[in-house]
């Protein structure tokens, strides 16, 4: 049985943050991961566009070459969106797909000694985002939480943050991205509350 009231990280530990654009970037959530834990080096693996699918193939230079003792996985919104509206000349990634291809992040980072990994849901759309996708997403986090049981991962489920932070508001109305995917700084800062939180590294 894993015991996740335990902190995720030790002191020395090599964190690596492997998403798409919602962790690309100097000033996401990864910066706010860094302040707070400065004895762990935490590594920005994020890039614009990136599906599960893409990520593998770019796991061993964004990852492993690294040697990490930990990998966040926080991919989601892509994968919900590709095939359809005005990504619909992508091939479509099914929501079993995305699980399978959580689960192979993780194997393929364990065959190399990873030990640690962390799941984040996907982050919910609002606004334009919304009105384009709909709930599309939603199957998605469900996807994430059976990855997470799978690998024993820690599970970070923002897309309770999203609805928590949203407090009702309508999908229609921006309230915590500036675009309807991109969370706003205030919300990056959240965002990595809600890591620190999942991961016992708050205490």
């Not at 590594?43 to 061993?60: S, Y």
């Not at 991205?177 to 890591?195: F, S, V, Y």
Request: glycine residues 8%.
């Amino acid at each position: 049985m894993l015991d996740f009231s335990q902190p995720f990280l030790e002191k020395g530990e090599k964190l690596v943050c492997f998403g798409d654009s919602l962790t690309a970037g100097d000033s996401s959530y990864v910066s706010y991961l860094q302040a707070a834990l400065p004895d762990n080096e935490i590594i920005n693996a994020g890039r614009g566009g990136d599906k599960t699918t893409w990520a593998l193939t770019r796991l061993e230079e964004a990852v492993l070459s690294h040697n990490p003792d930990a990998v966040l996985i926080f991919l989601g919104a892509n994968d919900a969106a590709v095939g359809r509206a005005v990504w619909a000349d992508e091939p479509t990634v099914t929501v079993e797909a995305y699980r399978c291809n959580l689960v192979w992040i993780a194997h393929l980072c364990r065959l190399r000694g990873v030990k640690k990994f962390s799941i984040a849901t996907a982050f919910g759309f609002e606004g334009p985002s919304y009105i384009e996708q709909g709930k599309i997403i939603e199957p998605y986090y469900l996807a994430a939480r059976e990855a997470a049981d799978e690998i024993g991962a820690r599970l970070v489920p923002l897309d309770v943050l999203f609805e928590k932070l949203r407090k009702g508001a309508s999908l229609c109305d921006l309230v915590v991205t500036r675009d309807g995917t991109h969370p706003l700084p205030e919300t990056q800062k959240l965002i990595a509350d809600a890591m620190l939180e999942a991961w016992a590294m708050n205490k």
